[in-house]
Each structure stands twice: as C-alpha cells, then as structure tokens.
C-alpha cells in the first residue's frame, strides 16, 4: 500500500505533502504506533524527491515525537498523537515545591497540542551531558536549566542554537541564549538591605551555602552585603556540629537545612527571631505559616513560567532577568 502521495503543482511545500501523508496513515489506521516507515530512499524513488526532502519531512515528525529512527534499521512510529505541533524538552536541576510552581505555570500558560518532556540532571555533570546527548534532534525546543554546573555551555553547543532557552541561572559563556533568569548576586543584596533594620539587631550573619548546590551569586552578593555595612559574618557548608549561639542571623537556602535548624533551636531551648533569626530563600506557602512565618527572599516563580511560554510561543529572543523581593515574616 501507498502510503506517501505527493502532487506536482499543490502550492503545498513536497515535505509537507509527506508530513501530512503520514499524519493520515496513522489517523485511518494504516500505521500504527511501532510500525517501520517505508525508507528514505523508497520515498524519494517512489515520488521522484530528492533525499533531503524526505528527511526533511522525517526530521520534522521525528521532533515533534510521531516517529523515531533506530540506527541501521529505519523509522518508525513512536506516537498515534499527530496533533502534538510542539515538542519540548525541560531539563531541571531538580524538583520542590517552588520548581513545581515553575512548571505548573509554564504548562497552563503553553496553550493546546505542545507536549512537555521533563528531565532532572541532580547537579550531575555527566547526567546532564548524557540527558542532552540522548535527545539531540527530538525536540522543537530545549528549556535548559545548567545550575551552576561548570562548561554547559560547550554541551549545549551540541543542540540547534535557534531551539533552545536557558532558565533561572545563566553565565557569561550562555549570553547568545535567550533566557529568564535570576539576579543572584542583586536579589540578595537588596533583599537584605530591605531588612536592614532587623538585621542589625543581631549579633552575626551566618550564610548557609552548600557550594556544590547553590548558586555564586548569592554566595557574592552576601559578602558584599556584610563588608558593606560592617557586619561580622560567617558562611558554612553545613552545621552539623555547630552549637547556635544567641544573636545569631541565618540564611538558609534550601528546605531540608531550614527544617533542620528550626528542629535544633527548639533542641537548644532558643526562640525564632527572638534568639536566631531565619532568612529563607524561595517563598512557599509552608514558609508562610510555619512558625508564625519564615521571611523570605524569592524570585516570583509562577511568573518565571508564564514568561518563558511566551518567550517559546513567539520565537522571542530576550534575555530576561526575573523580579525578585523580600518577604518580612515573624522569623526575624
């Protein structure tokens, strides 16, 4: 059976006439999801095409995930869902509650007939670089979040320049990218300074920074910060073994250390604010409510998402830095 026909004189582009051709064999039935294409060469005899044509017309369902190559052996049909127009690869570090904001906002603001592909590459190098090998040319777009993962931008090199988007961190080596990103080292110096007043009622900043994690910007911004308004100021990994001490202010980075240090001061008998003061990063509506309200200095997530959809849906080149400001709870 027939399964590509191609006219002369259409007005239709020929790869086009194939794209639709297996569009339809796959609605009426004819090809079905795992069935092999007739091949690239089989076509273009078939139809008098030149072979770029063809491939052309194969590389454009292959993005948009209706067929798959296997080397050696040929392509076939990966989904029966032809109306999938877009096909996007989302590529995080990895996933919590404000990253969920981040998605759930980005998908609800795509619109219809775009599919979304998550990944997580954990701050893993190699996973990063095996997530993108692996997925070169199946996408019409590449959301990239490189973390601070150093040389990305010599992996992402390997992807169609004009597909892809940097998200939430960047770097200089990343600037011929479009991207929405945020301001590390500027967020908090000027979420800090808003609070200004409160923190001088303390004793000693100390900054809890997992390097291996944690953006350099924030690390930077903090310091300047303390050397600028002569604060006495620590900066740890971790605080294991750390006794915390009346008159102590903490900016926490993540979650799991903010839970931890809230458990160790009601071990030590101490009070919120009171005793040691919490910076959080990242808002969330848990930090809203735990412990009367943990302050915060946060990025506005769900907007992050609603820009980036927009960005990709007009093909806009921008390169966007995302608002950022400080939330003044309870907790200091």
């Known amino acids: 059976m027939r399964i590509v026909a191609v006219k002369e004189k259409s007005g239709i582009p020929k790869y086009k006439q194939i794209v639709a051709s297996i569009e339809a064999a796959i609605l009426d039935g004819t090809l079905k999801k795992g069935d092999r294409l007739p091949s690239l060469n089989h076509i273009k005899n078939q139809n008098s095409l ?17 067929i798959h190559s296997i080397v050696g052996k040929g392509y076939y049909v ?8 877009q096909k996007i690869f989302l590529l995080f570090d990895e996933f919590n509650s404000f990253k969920e904001d981040l998605y759930n906002s980005f998908l609800s603001n795509l619109g219809e007939n775009i599919q979304v592909d998550i990944f997580f590459h954990h701050f893993n190098p190699e996973m990063f670089s095996k997530l993108i090998n692996d ?16 040389d990305t931008s010599q992996i992402i090199e390997r992807l169609p320049k004009e597909k892809v988007y940097i ?3 960047t770097n200089p080596d990343l600037k011929e990218y479009p991207s929405i990103f945020q301001n590390f ?16 009622t303390y004793k000693k900043m100390v900054l809890l920074y997992p390097a291996a994690r944690q953006p350099e910007g924030i690390l930077s911004g903090f310091k300047l910060f303390c050397e600028h308004h002569a604060l006495d100021y620590d900066v740890i990994d971790n605080f294991t073994n750390r006794e915390l001490t009346r008159g102590e202010l903490y900016i926490v980075l993540d979650d799991k250390n903010l839970i931890r240090i809230i458990k160790r001061i009601k071990e030590q008998g101490l009070s919120i604010a009171k005793d040691i003061g919490l910076i959080s990063y990242n808002d969330t509506l848990l930090k ?15 907007l992050m998402g609603q820009r980036l959809a927009q960005m990709i849906l007009n093909k806009e080149f921008a390169q966007v830095e995302n608002p950022n400001r400080l939330i003044i709870r309870k907790s200091i």
Do not use: C, H, W
């Open 50 to 66: 030149s072979r770029d044509t063809v491939l052309t017309a194969f590389n454009e369902l292959k993005t948009r995930g209706i």
């Open 78 to 85: 990966n989904s029966e869902d032809v109306e999938v127009n």
């Open 135 to 150: 997925n070169v040319g199946d996408y019409t777009t590449y959301v990239i979040m490189p973390a601070n993962l150093k």
């Open 167 to 169: 998200l939430d961190q």
């Open 185 to 200: 080292k500027k967020d908090i110096y000027q979420g800090l300074e808003t609070a200004l007043r409160q923190i001088k």
């Open 288 to 302: 809203e409510i735990v412990e009367g309200g943990i302050t915060t200095i946060s990025t506005d997530f769900n």
